[in-house]
């Protein structure tokens, strides 16, 4: 089985639609073997697409050779297997790295390390000067979604539109494949926004569960009692920032930033009376009365955005 693929086969200029049901195997490379990576390679592989892999570490790659991949001896060998090279290794100094020896003229980079904007546009002004077309990914699962299609996990793509209408059908075996933009940082602009929403939505629900883990709460009811709630409020924010973007009225707001701060001391009194720590709290309140104290008492939280992004 060769891993060279055929013009009609990958390339971008001849590349057609697949026909409702029709199945076309294609040809790519894939860097980087970790959980993600692996995840990656087995859904193509399990789909019928002939994968080239490399990884730092050649033991990662045994198993998949086992599977039907054809494995690599070096990064450079792994690029100029394919036109289609699809990266997913630790970081952005590992990609500069991975990518040193290679000859990239010709070939469609995508990349799917986690990144910054800037890093995503530093890679596709690099990717240019070398002769190559570049994509950027950010991945939005975790490897156990990746060929589930249920489990509700998709990937977001900026960077060259020809380059992913040529690859979208390949690019979405793995997860969904949603397009984002031009710019090639958009596409890591969107994975780190809603990872930091995350986040701190994570941080509430630790202190939540702090509050209550040495109380005589059923923590399986609490524990839909919580879900419940933040996907509720979520849904509340979500429309106030909408609304705030637009400009549009929003008429009385039922919880203004004033009182908010008034209830922060409750907040507060609480985490202390139960021992807890309240410092995963602390700083967004001590936002909220910042904004209170230039004049937005009145206002909902979809003001402080805006003073997060004041210079």
């Known amino acids: 089985m060769t891993n060279t693929p055929s013009v009609t086969e990958s390339s971008p200029a001849t590349a057609r639609a697949a026909e409702p049901g029709e199945h076309r195997p294609r040809s790519l490379s894939l860097l980087g073997l970790g959980a993600m990576g692996t995840a990656l390679a087995r859904t193509w592989l399990a789909a019928g697409h002939r994968v080239t892999v490399w990884n730092r570490t050649p033991a990662r790659a045994e198993p998949l050779r086992a599977l039907g991949a054809t494995v690599a001896g070096s990064a450079a060998e792994a690029v100029a297997a394919n036109d289609l090279v699809v990266l997913c290794l630790l970081d952005d100094a590992s990609v500069g790295e991975t990518l040193a020896g290679a000859q990239l003229a010709g070939r469609d980079l995508v ?9 995503a546009r530093a890679w596709a ?37 020809e380059l992913f209408a ?26 780190v926004a809603l990872l930091s929403a995350m986040s701190g939505m994570f941080a509430g629900i630790t202190h939540a569960f702090a509050l209550v883990r040495e109380a005589d709460v059923d923590l399986g009811s609490f524990s839909g009692l919580l879900a419940d709630w933040l996907v509720a409020m979520a849904r509340v924010a979500v429309t106030g920032e909408q609304k705030a973007e637009k400009g549009e009225d929003q008429g009385d707001v039922a919880s203004n930033l004033a009182m908010q701060v008034a209830g922060n001391v409750t907040l507060l009194r609480t985490a202390e009376q139960q021992g807890v720590s309240a410092e995963l709290l602390t700083p967004y309140m001590e936002l909220m009365e910042r904004a209170v104290a230039e004049g937005h008492g009145d206002s909902d939280g979809s003001v402080l955005a805006e003073l997060l992004t004041a210079h």
């Open 111 to 119: 990349n799917l390390t986690t990144s910054t904007p800037a890093d």
């Open 125 to 161: 002004a690099r990717a240019a000067g070398r002769g190559a077309r570049f994509l950027d990914g950010g991945i939005m699962a975790v490897p156990p979604m990746i060929g589930v299609p249920e489990a509700g996990g998709y990937v977001f793509y900026s960077g060259s539109a």
């Open 166 to 191: 040529a690859h979208e059908e390949i690019l979405a075996v793995p997860a969904e494949a949603r397009y984002v933009g031009e710019d090639a940082g958009l596409a890591a602009l969107h994975d």
